[in-house]
């Protein structure tokens, strides 16, 4: 894409959400990305041996692996341009009140205050590339919950997070999987202890501030046998003006009996390449529940897998993504049937506009072994205007005996004659259209915790405004 | 006022009225009848703006030509068509909706408290359940809820002119009444001028009628009173032809 069309896109944001606070950072590397930037890394963290080993090998990983051939086009990704590490306040912060009046401000603007203020103590918000604050809820440490940065939890927890880092995604996964292995930092550590259910959502905001910055957050969760929590992140991003790189990891581990949701929420600004990782894998009777909203970045790649691994596993994904502006979500999500009588259910929404692409690319496999399993996929495309697109690629392997797999797919513009009903009770073009694009995604929507599902709706209010023609 | 000038109506390039005129003064309510395919849902759909018809002449309203005006504009000026196919929208909260319908046609603005007190007059005028409020808009509703919630739209609008197409088609005799006295609220209450098409007379009976229009093969065939109903009713068509 053209700078000036890049230009014009983050102008369009910049009236919308229209802050970029000042860059404030304790310490900076240099550009592009080397032996020396990866092990400077390591030494600014203290980090102990096998680490600085990982980094080092997944780097050498990175380097040599070639670019996905598939799904759309990352040339454009320069990695010499791209600063690997700033932290951004020296040490974490425990109350709200010694949270830099800056940050505060971000959340401000977003709408996000109240719902601070309500989980005040559930919350871990990042900035730049750190944890900036957190404030762990008394509830989490009677229960033996352990949820806090990665860093913190390399130094406090060692044994358990060795034994479970990087054990599901490899660093030779994808050549992002090996970036994020090299460079990692910041991300939320999450240890749910047996049989113990976490009530409130343990929430975790994620934000871009700096221009040219990369970020690598990596996530470790583990749910114990028996045990429930619901994880949510939240991203907004200010705007800036040259190509950004967001290449997560999550690793999710479900027990036995065990249940989680992974909610995320996602609007990078209209520059960002959004190429994430994220797996699960489903332990006997567990059940994973991925959610997940995409709403801006330049380009998204994000398939999060279930690996059902043992009877009687679930796995569900339910997603929505919205893409305008040339902007393209790829996404979808994969079912891995290792084990019988394990089941699947993937439903994934997408809209379209104003020149937007959106693909549901995704993978259901049922394995020789698993048997009697079941899979549903259900991929509904919204199309708003002539100029956007939408494609489907879904790709089905069943082996096993008895398996039940159904895919159903849609593709559906904007009625006439439903925008004819809305306008005729009173609502302008973008109210109606607004109305119908929110009912469409609404049976995700309503599977977010309220101040999410209020942002969401408060966000596509925003983007419809303009997009309407 | 509304007033129909000399109006045609060409859909897919077929002729569907033909020069129709009628007057409707403020506060009175008049019934539009004829055989299916006359064009009377044309004409209600006309008056209010669909885009998927032709319309030459005028339509007067608010000392305004309606042709010069969007659906929405239409609307604010006070124009309510209650629809035929009603849609159902899935996703839409009814509630949040209604709140949105009300902040669109009304300028004074009513505390959350006070407009839930609003709403729920409306709603016991028409024995509608308050639980609806949480469903989505006609989302697996009845024939008869779709109509019974396009009443309680109209009453949270509080249009001044409303169209009501076969508001009745399909309706039990309490659902009948509910929706006539909704009507006559409106009347009482704003001097709604209200046209209402249908077939049957038995909505009628509840309503005062100043005058009934026959349509024809896309003509405006006969005005009369409201005896004119009754003639129909008990002849059929053909008689008063």
């Not at chain 1, 454009?76 to 306040?89: P, S």
């Amino acid at each position: 894409m053209a700078k000036a069309t890049i230009k014009q896109l983050n102008d369009a944001y910049a009236s919308k959400f229209g802050f970029a606070m000042p860059e404030k950072s304790v310490v900076s590397f240099d550009f592009g990305l080397s032996s020396e930037i990866i092990a400077a890394i390591s030494d600014h963290k203290q980090e102990p041996e096998w680490m600085r080993t990982f980094r080092q090998r997944s780097l050498q990983t990175f380097v040599k692996m070639p670019l996905p051939k598939w799904g759309p086009s990352l040339a454009e990704i320069d990695f010499e341009q791209i600063r690997y590490y700033i932290k951004d306040t020296e040490v974490e912060q425990r109350s709200w009140d010694e949270v830099p009046t800056e940050i505060k401000q971000t959340f401000d603007r977003l709408g996000v205050p109240q719902a601070e203020r309500e989980f005040l103590a559930g919350v871990k918000a990042q900035y730049n590339s750190e944890v900036a604050y957190s404030s762990l809820q008394k509830e989490l440490d009677e229960q033996g919950v352990i949820f806090c940065s990665m860093e913190e939890a390399l130094q406090k927890h060692a044994d358990l997070f060795q034994e479970y880092f990087g054990k599901l995604v490899p660093a030779s996964d994808n050549k992002f999987a090996a970036l994020n292995s090299a460079a990692w930092s910041g991300g939320s550590f999450v240890y749910i202890p047996k049989n113990t259910h976490v009530k409130r959502p343990l929430q975790s905001y994620f934000r871009i501030n700096a221009a040219r910055m990369g970020q690598f957050e990596r996530t470790l969760i583990i749910a114990d046998e028996g045990s429930s929590a619901h994880y949510v992140e939240g991203c907004t991003a200010p705007v800036y003006s040259e190509y950004s790189l967001h290449a997560a990891v999550v690793e999710v581990f479900v027990k036995r009996n065990a249940r989680f949701r992974y909610t995320t929420i996602q609007n990078w600004s209209g520059n960002i390449y959004n190429l994430v990782t994220k797996r699960a894998q489903v332990l006997a009777d567990g059940v994973m529940e991925w959610v997940d909203g995409n709403l801006g970045a330049k380009t998204t790649m994000k398939y999060p897998s279930c690996y059902l691994a043992e009877e009687g596993a679930y796995g569900e994904m339910l997603s929505v993504a919205y893409a305008k502006n040339q902007q393209i979500q790829d996404t979808g999500a994969k079912m891995i049937h290792l084990a019988p009588n394990t089941a699947s259910k993937i439903v994934a929404k997408s809209v379209s506009v104003a020149g937007g692409q959106s693909n549901y690319r995704g993978l259901v496999h049922v394995t020789k072994a698993a048997t009697n399993s079941k899979s549903k996929v259900e991929c509904d495309a919204l199309i708003l205007d002539g100029q956007s697109g939408t494609s489907t690629y879904p790709d089905m392997r069943i082996l096993g005996e008895n398996a039940i797999v159904e895919h159903e797919a849609s593709v559906s513009e904007i009625e006439e004659d439903k925008l004819f009903y809305l306008m005729s009770r009173g609502l302008d073009k973008t109210e109606a259209m607004t109305l119908l694009v929110a009912g469409f995604i609404e049976p995700i929507v309503k599977e977010l915790p309220l101040e999410y599902a209020v942002e969401l709706n408060r966000l596509i209010e925003l983007e419809m405004e303009g997009s309407v023609g | 006022m509304l007033t129909l000038k000399n109006l045609s109506v060409r859909l897919h390039k077929k002729n569907i009225l033909n020069k129709i005129d009628i007057r409707i003064p403020d506060g009175e309510t008049h019934v539009l009848m004829g055989q299916n395919g006359a064009g009377k849902s044309t004409l209600a759909q006309s008056i209010m703006g669909n885009p998927n018809y032709q319309v030459t002449g005028e339509i007067l309203f608010a000392d305004q030509n309606l042709l010069d005006l969007d659906p929405q504009q239409r609307a604010a000026l006070g124009v309510f068509l209650s629809f035929q196919q009603i849609l159902e929208i899935p996703g839409v909260k009814i509630y949040d909706y209604l709140k949105l319908l009300y902040k669109k046609s009304h300028e004074q603005k009513l505390t959350p408290l006070k407009f839930k007190a609003f709403l729920r007059e409306k709603m016991a005028l028409l024995a509608f359940d308050e639980s609806f409020l949480e469903r989505s808009l006609n989302h697996g509703f009845s024939g008869g809820e779709k109509k019974k919630m396009e009443v309680l739209q109209m009453l949270v609008i509080e249009p001044k002119l409303v169209i009501l197409d076969e508001i009745d088609s399909g309706l039990d005799i309490d659902a009948i009444q509910a929706v006539a006295r909704a009507v006559n609220y409106l009347k009482e209450k704003h001097q709604t001028s209200v046209l209402i098409i249908t077939h049957y007379s038995r909505i009628l009976q509840f309503l005062t009628l100043d005058k009934v229009h026959l349509l024809s093969k896309g003509q405006l065939v006969k005005t009369g009173g409201a005896e004119l109903v009754r003639q129909i009713e008990d002849k059929g068509f053909q008689s008063v032809l």
